[in-house]
């Protein structure tokens, strides 16, 4: 039993993207595309009289969930690449998620790292440090994120500057991966290392809060050599199944 058991959880939504009015450049609209190329997700362009321009809407069973400035989507993922995160020019606190990116959660994915993809692994890292705003704005509550090797957490600048910060506060950090990194002998960080599927080939973070309000996971499986898939969810009930499987069997 792994956590590839959870992949069958997702009910996998029908949701698409629409952009309203699109004055933006041409090479915007292909990044967009881009981005969701091998997803269960479509993308058109639709032209409304009287309507607001470079509008993205997230339709689902006809109805509009959510809706973002394509600007945001700009600024936050599709004129940015994976080295702001991975050393530390974005800081924490800046990390922004927008409104149609956050309500694809239950949609499977399936992304490719570089040189097959130059966006799509950058899905993966932004909702990481997402989640990972969230656990440190809370200041609550407990955060088990897998690296793989852990190694990273201290190699990645921008990647020790996050659970250093988080480190600095109450949230109950558990990191997990193949042995490589020691926390500081005054850290609170828990490791947890391991040779074994799970730890070799999850990226997960997942946060649960003390009040049972906001909990969230990514869980994402390492298919061939940086080929990703898996999904996030805000479900309380897969959330904590999620958690409490990582608990006992990590």
């Given at each position: ?50 309507g607001d321009d470079d509008v993205v809407l997230l339709v689902e069973d006809g109805s509009i969930v959510a809706q973002s400035p394509l600007q945001k989507l700009q600024e936050s ?174």
């Open positions: 039993m792994t956590l590839r058991r959870f992949l069958d959880r997702i009910d996998n939504p029908d949701r698409s993207l629409v952009v309203l009015n699109r004055q933006a450049p041409d090479p915007v609209q292909q990044m967009l595309g881009s981005l969701f190329a091998n997803q269960p997700v479509s993308i058109e362009e639709v032209e409304v009289p009287e993922i599709l004129l940015i690449n994976s080295d702001l995160f991975v050393t530390g020019a974005r800081a924490l606190e800046e990390v922004e998620l927008p409104s149609v990116i956050q309500r694809l959660d239950d949609v499977p994915f399936f992304l490719r790292g570089y040189p097959q993809s130059h966006s799509e692994k950058l899905l993966l890292i932004l909702l990481s440090r997402y989640i990972e705003r969230r656990a440190w704005e809370r200041e609550a509550g407990t955060l088990r994120a897998s690296f793989q090797q852990l190694s990273r957490i201290e190699d990645e600048i921008g990647t020790n500057q996050v659970y250093r910060t988080l480190d600095d506060t109450p949230v109950d950090v558990h990191v997990y991966g193949k042995p490589g990194w020691e926390p500081p002998r005054d850290s609170t960080i828990t490791i947890h290392a391991g040779y074994e599927e799970d730890f070799r080939d999850s990226w997960f973070v997942v946060y649960t809060p003390p009040d049972g309000d906001g909990h969230i996971a990514l869980l994402a499986l390492e298919e061939e050599a940086d080929k990703w898939s898996g999904f996030w969810t805000y479900r309380q009930s897969l959330v904590e199944d999620i958690n409490e499987y990582i608990v006992r069997q990590l």
